[in-house]
């Protein structure tokens, strides 16, 4: 015997609300892809803000009541810091790598008449050739494209003024309101939930800025090191390739190996013996980063496993690149957080007698509430 057909009816309201629903996150989707690059600007300014919140509480502690002081006094001593920096570093850094630069063509040079270290790219594989074949074979669209070229270095250069002043103020106006706009998110909760997301904000700032600020420290003491170590070793533009290590100790994982590739290219360049010591520092100094330093400075902030680091920045990496990469462990230890809130919220409710049960029972309802 057939079973009797099953006829679902839709009405014309449930129709049209999940096609609003659907345009909401199509339109929604298209404003994300369109100003991708502010709000790239607007996360890095958070993280700023961030890394500088435990200066502006710590200073609040200590007797300086009103915040706005508070955030001028740390928001200026890191613009000072910054500049003296910037001062001490950039005059010798221009001309390093303007000495790099220059002494570019005889590492060229080198390699193209099988001299050198690296003279074995050319004698056995023939780089040099292989090279100047795709730029023969391409020679015409690169002349063709030279104008254009041009306009988009000019472009990204005024973007990236634009983008640095932009990141400045942001941060600023983060570290003044920010707790002011995370109260006016609270009040839009139930009064009974207040205390609980505010712990939960409370910690997921803490998780972000133990990380912002000690990616930060771990990136300065790998770009110091390695610049002692090239120093030590005799190798020419050791602070500009000290800088450059230090930039890359910032993505996690790949950019400590990136570094290491590149001190031991250079190290070769000037003695095979300089580049063999370069090579042992930096296994030695990742192996002492990824097993002391890390657990030291994440320890009691970002609490994840290896597993799940990698996994994170496997895929930060796939959706935005770098900048996927370096907000990777931050989001995934967000997350944690919010599952692990979650799921205590959920065993203390199915608890007969649990703490979620007790506060539910000792809120009193309004007068004017109708009973359920």
């Known amino acids: 015997m057939d079973s009797p057909e099953r006829v679902v009816l839709f009405r014309p309201r449930t129709v049209l609300q999940v096609a609003g629903v659907l345009l909401g996150l199509a339109v929604a989707m298209w404003v994300v ?23 502006v509480r710590f200073l609040q502690d200590r007797g300086v009541k009103r915040r706005g002081a508070a955030a001028a006094v740390i928001y200026l001593s890191a613009i000072a810091v910054v500049a003296l920096l910037g001062a001490l570093l950039v005059p010798p850094l221009v001309d390093e790598l303007q000495g790099l630069g220059d002494a570019a063509p005889d590492y060229v040079e080198d390699i193209t008449a099988g001299r050198g270290p690296l003279g074995f790219l050319q004698t056995d594989y023939h780089i040099v050739d292989r090279v100047r074949e795709a730029t023969e074979t391409g020679g015409g669209s690169l002349l063709g494209g030279g104008a254009g070229t041009v306009l988009d270095v000019g472009r990204g250069i005024v973007t990236g003024v634009v983008g640095f002043v932009t990141i400045v103020f942001l941060t600023l106006f983060m570290i003044l309101e920010g707790p002011t706009w995370v109260e006016r998110g609270l009040a839009l909760m139930p009064p009974q939930s207040r205390p609980r997301w505010r712990n939960v904000g409370h910690r997921i700032a803490q998780t972000v800025s133990g990380y912002v600020t000690g990616n930060l420290l771990l990136s300065l003491i790998a770009g110091v090191s390695s610049t002692i170590a090239l120093v030590i070793m005799g190798v020419p533009f050791a602070l500009a390739l000290g800088l ?28 095979v013996t300089a580049g063999i010591v370069l090579l042992v520092f930096f296994v030695l100094y990742q192996q002492l980063e990824n097993h002391v330093l890390q657990p030291l400075v994440y320890g009691r902030t970002v609490q994840l496993s290896p597993l799940v680091v990698l996994i994170a920045i496997l895929i930060g990496t796939e959706v935005a690149g770098v900048l996927g990469a370096l907000g990777a462990i931050p989001v995934a230890g967000t997350l944690q957080i919010l599952l692990g809130d979650w799921l205590e919220h959920r065993r203390m409710r199915n608890e007969e007698g649990g703490a979620a049960s007790v506060a539910a029972e000792a809120v009193v309802p309004h007068p004017d509430a109708e009973p359920t």
Do not use: H, M
Request: zero cysteines; aromatic letters at 8%.
């Open 33 to 55: 892809w369109v100003s991708i690059r502010v709000l790239t600007w607007v996360f890095v300014a958070l993280f700023l803000a961030l890394a500088l919140e435990p200066g």
């Open 244 to 271: 450059v290590v230090a930039i890359l100790d910032l993505i996690p994982l790949a950019g400590a190996t990136l570094a290491g590739l590149l001190l031991t290219t250079v190290g070769l360049l000037t003695s």
